[in-house]
């Protein structure tokens, strides 16, 4: 069963904008907190942020703040990554991640994940 | 902002253990036993194979250890076995700046 679906892959120019969703399965949504990881190609995974979509409470990694958003959408059980001004070196394939409950802090089930291309 | 340091590739023979180191500080893999380990096959996604240090997700199998001693936690691979070449990536929840903080990442080889 899955229970992260996350969309298609995108091309952006710099200084653009793009946003990645991922679906998640009923129980999922309801009971997890959602991550969203990222990986450059040919190197390491990078932590992004967090939203607990059940009172859509949010942290982001110092890194990133200002410049991206975790939002959810309870009536498609969705949550969504936006990222602004992109530049080339946000090129990266961009995971969702569901934390283990209760509050388990590891990464037990992922997306499939998202290429997002930044390129003039 | 810095990542867990690991050892950039480890190899072993078939049969053969290896052991990743994943060096932190007094505020992320010091501080609590919230540690994870991540197995990733070229071009799929990251799988938990061990969770609060040394804990061990229902299908994983019991080659797969880990420890963890004052800022260092560490992964072993016991019985390697060919299906285990993959990347390898801990996690440690807690830092400075950051909620959770990935390693840099070790290559695995089996020879």
Known sequence: ?120 | QSALTQPRSVSGSPGQSVTISCTGTSSDVGAHKYVSWYQQHPGKAPKVIIYDVSKRPSGVPDRFSGSKSGYTASLTISGLQAEDEADYYCCSYGGTYFTYAFGTGTEVTVL
């Open chain 1, 1 to 120: 069963q899955v229970q992260l679906m996350q969309s298609g892959a995108e091309v952006k120019k710099p200084g653009a904008s793009v946003k990645v969703s991922c679906k998640a399965s009923g129980d999922t949504f309801n009971n997890h907190y959602i991550h969203w990881v990222r990986q450059a190609p040919g190197e390491g995974l990078e932590w992004m942020g967090l939203i607990n979509p059940r009172d859509d409470s949010i942290d982001y990694a110092q890194k990133f703040q200002g410049r991206v958003t975790v939002t959810r959408d309870t009536s498609t059980s969705t949550i969504y990554l936006d990222l602004i001004n992109l530049r080339s070196d946000d090129t990266a394939v961009y995971y969702c991640a569901r934390e283990a409950a209760p509050a388990g802090r590891n990464f037990d089930s992922w997306g499939q994940g998202t290429l997002v291309t930044v390129s003039s």
